[in-house]
């Protein structure tokens, strides 16, 4: 299967910039698995889809503001991008310029609140930062740093919130899992009083889900790793709706990555934690997953490779083809789409 298979025409007026002022009030595209009929409704609707018993699963990844402008030791300017935290200070980073971030170098944020110095060299450039500050981290990041937004995302963000889900819980993203974004905890509360199951796992978001595939062949491309976790509470939600026989719904592809990394071929989950690389495309027969929500996805991306694994390629290309005809908005801050 080839890269090029997957590529659909994206006009840049489409890539949303700024988030709706209400959550709830995005579009949202309904893709009926079995009558291969679309609907076209708002994200509010969401609740006419889900039945008393299904467990809806959500990432409670919460993203840090990893990105730090700064100045080198010599007065250079400097930015990183936090991407993995290695111990208690240290943190695998993407350095701009990095050549001029050597080994040994001292890097200063917030007129030297925090402290870096260059300890190795990762992989692909990247670099090992060990930071020294006084006081909390999470307060220290929370005043220096700014949110990561992707790259398509050129208009500032005015309340940082915003590129959160209502849910986040668990510090370590350098990307929202922005399927969860159009959820607020109204709509959460409506949700589980019709009866359906909530349950959280813990994803975070690595810029490499969001890198694009650079080869021909689909098969030749490396996912790289992102940590995951479930604990035990949330795994019995999970296997008693699936036990009972309701729709297991991932909200989002994280929540889908971690759910298909865990489940054995019973589709049954357990406590776990991990590191993931799992690549879904096309063929892979899901474990465990029944529906999913998820946003609209970069052409030729991972992302959309893995929807089209849960429905089937050319239905996915045509609804992404109506999606642009309907005007609906792309990416992170965009609107939605429900594979039932």
Not at 3 to 18: G, H, V
Not at 321 to 336: K, L, Q
Request: aromatic share 8%; proline share 3%.
């Amino acid at each position: 299967m080839q890269t090029s298979d997957f590529y659909f025409e994206l006009p840049d007026k489409l890539i949303a910039q700024t988030p709706l002022a209400d959550r709830t009030a995005s579009k949202l595209m309904v893709l009926d698995r079995e009558t291969n009929k679309v609907w076209h409704k708002h994200f509010y609707d969401i609740l006419e889809h889900l039945k008393a018993g299904d467990c809806l699963v959500l990432n409670d990844t919460k993203v840090v503001p990893a990105r730090l402008y700064g100045h080198r030791q010599t007065g250079g300017k400097v930015e990183i991008l936090l991407l993995k935290r290695v111990d208690e200070k240290s943190f695998e980073a993407l350095v701009k310029p990095g050549k001029n971030a050597r080994l040994g170098d001292l890097l200063t944020f917030g007129e030297g609140m925090l402290v870096g110095e260059v300890m190795a060299i990762a992989d692909e450039g990247n670099r090992i930062i060990k930071f020294e500050y006084d006081g909390i981290w999470e307060e220290v990041l929370d005043k220096l740093g700014q949110m990561p937004l992707p790259p398509y995302i050129t208009e500032k963000l005015e309340d940082k919130h915003r590129y959160q889900t209502v849910y986040a819980k668990n510090d370590g993203s350098a990307a929202a899992p922005t399927a969860g974004l159009h959820f607020t905890q109204e709509l959460l509360a409506k949700i589980e009083s019709k009866g359906v199951k909530i349950a959280y796992v813990t994803l975070h978001v690595g810029l490499g889900t969001f890198r694009p595939v650079k080869v021909d062949d689909v098969a030749q491309h490396k996912m790289h790793s992102e940590h995951y976790h479930l604990d035990a509470k949330n795994a019995a939600i999970i296997n008693q709706a699936k036990s009972e026989g309701k729709n297991i719904i991932a909200v989002g592809t994280t929540s889908t990555r971690v759910l298909e990394s865990i489940a054995d071929a019973n589709g049954r989950v357990r406590e776990a934690s991990g590191d993931t690389e799992i690549f879904i495309t096309p063929g892979y027969k899901f474990k465990i997953v029944d529906k999913l929500i998820t946003n609209f996805h970069l052409p030729e991306s991972t992302l959309i490779m893995l929807v089209s694994a849960l429905y089937n390629r050319e239905k996915v290309l045509e609804a992404y083809e109506e999606a642009v005809e309907e005007e609906y908005r792309f990416f992170s801050f965009g609107d939605a789409m429900l594979i039932e």
